[in-house]
């Protein structure tokens, strides 16, 4: 049962354009929500994160769009560089417990040049 | 900050051996400590999540006998994959966490069993 799901396992984008990131999740308790990218042989590293309070953050060129009703996130990247291809994991979690992430099986990003 | 570092990176040997992984808080106190396994091409599965000083806490599936957990410092955990065999070949990868903030990962371990 795949809790949170990203459908794209990749995406082109032409740099300078916007790259959007999409992901849904189907437990309705999860309060808390992050996107992390994750380079080749590295570990994935934090972008952004978002709360169930709010439908929007945004971090420079990274927003994070939150639909609670459709059970939706996207990552918006604007302008799009080079340097973003990477693979793109969204997760989420509830705020209480053990505070565990559920992940996305990742979206691979490629900014043309 | 929030550097976490995973060693070895790599590991191949032989069945039957038992193999060790070390995850380190650089610069921070890792209040929290999680184990993942990944499989090619698919999501960061979680196995277990430890807190400095009581015993990890397993996902359903994962067995706690073969996959030893200690967090004996708040800056440290290691997990142990007890008498390795072909099917537990994988990408393992820590976080750690600190208070409420988000997860910081390692960069990963490899292992091969032969």
């Known amino acids: 049962d795949q809790q949170v799901k990203q459908n794209s396992p990749s995406l082109s984008v032409q740099e300078g354009r916007i790259s959007i990131l999409n992901c849904d999740y189907t437990?309705?308790?999860?309060?808390?929500f992050l996107w992390y990218k994750k380079y080749p042989a590295e570990g994935p590293t934090f972008l952004i994160s978002?709360?169930?309070?709010?439908d929007k953050n945004e971090d420079g060129r990274f927003t994070v769009f939150l639909n609670k009703s459709a059970k939706h996130l996207s990552l918006h990247i604007v302008p799009s560089q080079p340097g973003d291809s990477a693979v793109y994991f969204c997760a989420a979690s509830l705020t209480s417990g053990t505070y565990k992430y559920i992940f996305g099986t990742g979206t691979r990003l490629k900014v043309l040049a | 900050g929030a550097v976490v570092s995973q060693h070895p990176s790599r590991v191949i040997c032989k069945s039957g051996t038992s193999v060790k992984i070390e995850c380190r808080s650089l610069?921070?106190?890792?209040?929290?400590m999680f184990w993942y396994r990944q499989f090619p091409k698919q999501s960061l599965m979680l196995m277990a999540t430890?807190?400095?000083?009581?015993?990890?806490?397993?996902e359903q599936g994962v067995e706690k006998d073969k996959f030893l957990i200690n967090h004996a410092s708040l800056t440290l955990s290691t997990l142990t994959v007890t008498s390795a065999h072909p099917e537990d070949s994988s990408f393992y990868i820590c976080s750690a966490r600190e208070g409420k903030q988000p997860q910081h990962f390692g960069d990963g371990t490899r292992l091969s069993i032969l």
């Open positions: 437990n309705s308790m999860f309060d808390y």
């Open positions: 978002i709360s169930s309070i709010k």
């Open positions: 430890s807190n400095e000083g009581s015993k990890a806490t397993y």
């Open positions: 610069d921070f106190q890792a209040t929290t």
